[in-house]
């Protein structure tokens, strides 16, 4: 099981398929759509900065940019992109639950439109999560 702590550096893998929550490199972020890639392909970065929020919940931002977060702006429909952390509707802050079983981690939010939970689907196009 991952104890997440705060400042280190993690890969969000989905064990299924072990595919990789990553963005291209070359994409221009605040802004860029998350997707899930092979571990392997150096065309996109997989490693983000846990950072610990009160309420128990985290951040996950680009490394050495600590200001640009997993989330989403509004509502969640158009998928998880790297966002400037702070605008209003930002949503970057989630809940880190450990289970039992295939899905080792849950990472979610609570938004007015219900909750949001991560997943990485197989081959899913940008922005899938």
Same mark, same amino acid.
């Given at each position: ?7 280190? *550096? ?14 291209? %490199? ?11 890639? #092979? ?30 977060? *997993? ?10 992109? %790297? ?32 909750? *949001?939970?991560?997943?990485? #689907?197989?081959?899913? #196009?940008?922005?899938?999560?």
């Amino acid at each position: 099981m991952v104890e997440l702590k705060d400042g280190c *550096v993690y890969r969000v893998v989905n064990m299924s398929n072990h595919l990789l929550l990553a963005y291209g %490199i070359h994409q221009e972020i605040p802004g860029c759509w998350l997707t899930a890639q #092979p571990y392997a392909d150096r065309r996109y970065e997989s490693q983000f900065k846990a950072i610990s929020c009160p309420g128990n919940k985290w951040k996950f931002a680009v490394v050495d940019k600590s200001n640009l977060c *997993v989330g989403f702006q509004g509502c969640v429909s158009g998928g998880l992109q %790297i966002i400037e952390d702070g605008g209003e509707g930002c949503h970057t802050e989630w809940a880190v639950d450990h289970k039992s079983g295939p899905s080792l981690v849950e990472i979610h939010t609570n938004t007015d439109n219900g909750e *949001v939970c991560w997943t990485v #689907p197989y081959m899913g #196009p940008p922005g899938a999560v």
